[in-house]
T-cell receptor, first 117, second 114 residues
């Protein structure tokens, strides 16, 4: 079974600075998809960024980018120019390909990000 | 932008009672999911649903749980006889395809079992 590990329960960053959240995963598949979701205090789950395993290029969405290292099974999220609104719980998630069925997301345990002035 | 909507936002029930959590997925999506999140813990998969049947379910999804898509728009999760440990946030999600697209989540229903 696939597992997703987030080893940082909490992180803190100053406003305007850069922070990197770590994620590793375990899978025997070669094709899959990776996601970062943000959960603010409202508890809504908001997609931040996605990465296809077959693409070597790291995904970027405005201030958010990933460092995808397929051989190391690592998928970290970098937030540049951090803003107060970035404060939230961040979940790394994995989704299988070629399952033949509705493929579920498997989540990590989350990293709580605090943004300070 | 289309959204997944869930009702109610908060449900309080007594232990042993049946509850039905309701979801309206995004209209052109074909794959549907329920997840739960016990306070302060990770988001756990319960069940996936496609073509009017369950595709996969987790160990949590025992005989007390059932899902239904009664009318082509709603997607419901029923808990037959609630336990205290069922207290959690329940998220519905939908996706237009089975693997590539991200899941779109609703705002969740907070279930409190007393």
């Amino acid at each position: 079974a696939q597992t997703v590990t987030q080893s940082q329960p909490e992180m803190s960053v100053q406003e305007a600075e850069t922070v990197t959240l770590s994620c590793t995963y375990d899978t025997s598949e070669s094709d899959y998809y990776l996601f970062w979701y943000k959960q603010p205090p409202s508890r809504q789950m908001i997609l931040v960024i996605r990465q296809e395993a077959y693409k070597q290029q790291n995904a970027t969405e405005n201030r958010f980018s990933v460092n995808f290292q397929k051989a190391a099974k690592s998928f970290s999220l970098k937030i540049s120019d951090s803003q107060l609104g970035d404060a939230a719980m961040y979940f790394c998630a994995y989704r299988d390909s070629n399952t033949g069925t509705a493929s579920k997301l498997t989540f990590g345990t989350g990293t709580r990000l605090q943004v300070t002035l | 932008e289309p959204e997944v909507t869930q009702t109610p936002s908060h449900q309080v029930t007594q232990m042993g009672q049946e509850v039905i959590l309701r979801c309206v997925p995004i209209s052109n999506h074909l794959y549907f999911y329920w997840y739960r999140q016990i306070l302060g813990q990770k988001v756990e998969f319960l069940v996936s649903f496609y073509n009017n049947e369950i595709s996969e379910k987790s160990e949590i999804f025992d005989d007390q749980f059932s899902v239904e898509r009664p009318d082509g728009s709603n997607f419901t999760l029923k808990i037959r006889s609630t336990k205290l440990e069922d207290s959690a946030m329940y998220f519905c999600a939908s996706s237009p395809d089975r693997e590539r697209a991200p899941l779109h989540f609703g705002n969740g229903t907070r279930l409190t079992v007393t």
